[in-house]
């Protein structure tokens, strides 16, 4: 096999960190001339620090032929800092890699190795990570903020729906250019500040990037300060807010549980006007009646709207409905299930009983749009 030299430019962002950054030159000056397969450059994309940080690269770039230097007119943010940078980087340096790197030390320079080394396994997108076996975040840290790393790392990787990546909010990653990074549009970054990540990873994944995740262990800051945002939280969620808002996966979601509960209202208007009001019928055939109209209902509501894409059309609809009418049987048989041993626990606690009435309904949702999606409507994927 042909071993293409592919260009990496490691890219830094700073602000404030002069003496981060004079140990890091210095420290990456013994490291990245090991590296032989590839030709491993950096770049630092500096905040206009006060405290001189650019003069530091400035000085350093006198004997080091691979460093280069951008310099923004003024600090506007993580996000903003690396839209640059990978912007000069693919333009001007022409980088086949962009790779994202802090300057504090806390994304260990021993490991840039073995992230480099994962290109010549096939994949696209090199993620350094904190959540596998091997990784860790630093134990100095307290309670709290290991806690709201775990959490906070957890809650965005199920909402964004990527359960298999493990750390989805570490800053510490390498990514293919071409096909990937290249047709990206910097324009339409979602985030100024750290949360434009999140848009990044899922971007990746959304091309069909092929993942690998390194373990290694984020170490404790020791000098400068972090310059994470108060309300890097809520920025996070308003990013993947925005970036689930258009996802086909969730939309459909949203219809089916929408259908669902027109559903639950004609089946009580039926019961409650043609078994109470009315009483055309005694309320328990009401209840029946209004149940079958739900179903009905709620077939060809999924059929012509939620899974359009997936409709079934012409004399195949029968057997269809017969299909969904027996999943509505199913659904009844669970819930009954679940509240016979919700009343057996409850001993009589009406509250406990609609715990059980409640966590049924969920199950049942849950379950009807696994089968809806598996059997009925047959969605691949
Ligand atoms: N140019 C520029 N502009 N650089 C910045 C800015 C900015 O607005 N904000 C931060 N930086 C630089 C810092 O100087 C540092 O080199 C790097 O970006 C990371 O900033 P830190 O302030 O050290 O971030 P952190 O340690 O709190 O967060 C790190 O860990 C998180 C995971 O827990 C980062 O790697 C995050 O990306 C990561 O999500
Ligand atoms: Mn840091």
Do not use: C
């Not at 994202?100 to 840039?112: A, C, K, M, T, W």
Request: aromatic share 12%; net charge positive.
């Amino acid at each position: 096999m042909i071993q293409l030299v592919a260009r990496v430019v490691i890219i830094i962002p700073t602000f404030n960190e002069k003496d981060n950054t004079v140990r890091m030159i210095d420290t990456l000056a013994g490291i990245l001339p090991e590296i032989r397969d590839h030709q491993v450059e950096l770049l630092y994309v500096d905040g206009n620090s006060p405290d001189g940080t650019a003069d530091v690269v400035r000085d350093k770039q006198k004997e080091l032929k691979w460093l280069h230097l951008l310099v923004e007119t003024k600090k506007e943010g993580l996000g903003m800092a690396y839209a640059k940078g990978m912007t000069h980087a693919m333009k001007e340096l022409k980088a086949d890699w962009l790779m994202e790197f802090d300057s504090d030390f806390q994304h260990p320079p021993q490991d840039i190795p073995r992230l480099i080394a994962e290109i010549d396994n096939g994949y696209d997108y090199i993620l350094g990570s904190r959540y596998i076996p091997g990784g860790s975040i630093p134990s100095e840290w307290g309670f709290k903020r290991k806690f709201l790393s775990v959490v906070g790392n957890h809650v965005a990787r199920i909402t964004l729906l990527l359960p298999g990546i493990h750390d989805v909010t570490g800053g510490f990653k390498l990514a293919r250019v071409k096909g990937f990074m290249d047709e990206f549009d910097f324009g339409r970054l979602l985030s100024r500040s750290f949360a434009y990540k999140i848009h990044l990873l899922h971007y990746m994944v959304q091309k069909g990037a092929r993942v690998k995740e390194v373990p290694f262990h984020f170490a404790h800051r020791t000098a400068g300060e972090s310059k994470i945002i108060k309300n890097e939280m809520q920025e996070t969620l308003r990013v993947i807010f925005l970036l689930q808002l258009n996802n086909p996966k969730i939309r459909r979601f949203f219809k089916f549980a929408a259908v669902g509960g027109t559903g639950l209202v004609l089946q009580t208007l039926i019961f409650e006007i043609l078994g109470l009001k009315l009483r055309l019928f005694s309320p328990a055939v009401a209840t029946v009646i209004g149940g079958e109209l739900a179903i009905v209902n709620n077939f060809l509501l999924n059929n012509f709207w939620t899974f359009s894409d997936h409709r079934v059309v012409g004399a195949k609809i029968f057997g269809k409905f017969l299909q969904f009418n027996f999943t509505s049987l199913l659904a009844l048989g669970i819930q009954f299930v679940i509240l016979s041993i919700g009343e057996y626990v409850a001993g009589g606690n009406e509250w406990v009983i609609r715990g059980f009435y409640f966590a049924a309904l969920v199950i049942v949702l849950i379950t009807n749009y696994i089968i809806y999606n598996k059997i009925i409507w047959k969605v691949k994927k």
